[in-house]
């Protein structure tokens, strides 16, 4: 019986690009891995205009118009942080193109959630004061990465819509970051590893695993792969 290849589909989180994801994709490559990594409205090297709405709906839509318009199929959506918003909103319109969900320390929601209600307090605050320059982009939080973009702050304020054509897939997985003390995502990760249905793994690292342990997120993600049925 021939196999068909999957191809991963990586999305980034707040403030990043898919050049995040370069460790992964020479990796996988390597591996005879097909993979893409998009960076989402918003958050490209030339900065849209400030007037330019752009919400969680905006991402979701974005992503669903490229799998559709290049024919993408047996996806394995990967998603890092606030993008796990994103993804679940893309599976839930087109479940029939996705084989897999990967939750690289990412956000796992259910209809009516936003990001910021499952967020924890340290990030709302995060928000509210990078978005006080002019109340429509969160700017960047320390760190010394120029690449980083201002993030739309509608993204992280609207309510995900879904009708539960999400709940299709199958293949569900969380990998949980446990090397840095802020992270929001304790409560999802003790929840989901006692939960049927899902792979849960565990890297110690801080939450940026694209570039403090490729090797380890490559290897797990492939080991992912091969679970998954």
């Known amino acids: 019986m021939k196999v068909i290849q999957k191809t991963y589909i990586f999305l980034p989180g ?12 020479k ?6 891995k097909k993979c893409i990594a998009i960076t989402l409205p918003g958050l490209e090297s030339k900065q849209y205009k400030e007037s330019q709405l752009i919400n969680l709906e905006t ?25 796990g918003m994103v993804i679940t ?21 259910k209809n009516g959630d936003s990001c910021w209600n499952l967020t924890s307090d340290a990030y709302r605050n995060l928000f509210v004061k990078g978005a006080g320059e002019n109340g429509i982009t969160v700017g960047n939080p320390p760190g010394k990465d120029r690449r980083r973009r201002p ?11 879904l009708k539960g054509d999400y709940k299709k897939i199958h293949n569900r997985a969380f990998i949980y970051l446990s090397g840095w ?21 565990t890297i110690h690292s801080i ?21 998954f049925t």
């Open 14 to 25: 707040a403030w990043h690009g898919a050049w995040v994801y370069d460790p992964i994709i």
């Open 181 to 201: 003390d802020e992270t929001p995502f304790l409560k999802q990760y003790e929840k989901l590893k006692k939960s049927k249905g899902w792979h849960v793994e």
């Open 151 to 161: 993030h739309p702050l509608a993204t992280f304020m609207q309510n995900l819509h």
């Open 59 to 83: 991402h979701i839509q974005f992503v669903v118009d490229f799998l559709n318009q290049n024919n993408i199929t047996d996806i394995i959506l990967c998603g890092h942080s606030y993008a």
């Open 27 to 32: 990796r996988l490559k390597l591996l005879g």
């Open 89 to 109: 909103g893309v599976a839930d319109k087109i479940p029939e193109k996705i084989y897999g969900l990967v939750y690289i320390d990412a956000y796992v929601p």
């Open 207 to 227: 939450h940026n695993v694209m570039k403090e342990k490729p090797d380890q997120l490559t290897d797990i993600l492939c080991k992912l792969e091969n679970k």
